[in-house]
């Protein structure tokens, strides 16, 4: 199997497993990945989900083969318009960031919503994200070049930050491949549901303390890769999203 059909196996996945554990939202939202430069020439090459296919039923072979500008090269369909300006901008951004998902998911979206909302250091889950956050604010639906562009200076100014949370809109996580970029979703949307559901008992939340949250975000940084490709490979043994579809 080539690096690029691999690589359109595994974003394939991610659409299916997102959408079994329940990140997706309709036929909107947008994963994406970065294809190597065919030949060394650098030209700008990016896998991402045509418009109009649920997550439930991608697979490999639906995904577009998109130039920098958007134009399709390869695959049947179009890119949503959203997703061209918010990918392609955000891939520029951040260079570390070979895949980029884009969720509305329920739980992270909600915190995005809040004012002030932001995921507190209050378990053990939540500091896989320290340091690792940057927010932006709300511009309205990113259909032209200038809120892709300010989605993208949100990125650019935080080039720490693997989460961005878009304010009153959504999240994009991004990682260095999709394993680690989904592991990233996965916990970050079961993070900021344990917090939803310890602040909705009206306590005040716990915060860990200063000197354990350091030594607890070195552990979990020396675990977090190999554990991610360990925990994809797995889910996609256990739920098969590349099995046929009757």
Known sequence: MSDIDALRRDLAA???????????????????????????????RYLINPYGVHWAEMRARDLLLIDGDGRVIEGEGEVEATARFIHVAGHRANPRHKVLLHTHMPHATALAMLEGGRLEMAHQTAVRFWGRMAHHSFGGLALDDQEGERI????????????????????????????VAFDDLYYLERA??????????GLPLKPIADDVLRETSRQVAQERVPSAERHFEALKRVYRPDAPRS
């Open 192 to 201: 900021c549901r344990q917090q939803i559901l310890a602040q909705s008992t």
């Open 14 to 44: 991610a659409f299916v497993l997102a959408e079994r554990f329940g990140f997706s939202e309709g036929i909107c939202n947008h994963f994406s990945a970065v294809v190597p430069s065919d030949g060394g020439t650098g030209a700008e």
């Open 152 to 179: 993208a200076d949100a990125q650019r100014a935080n080039a720490d930050a693997d989460i961005l949370f878009l304010d009153n809109h959504g999240i994009t996580v991004g990682g260095e491949s999709v394993a």
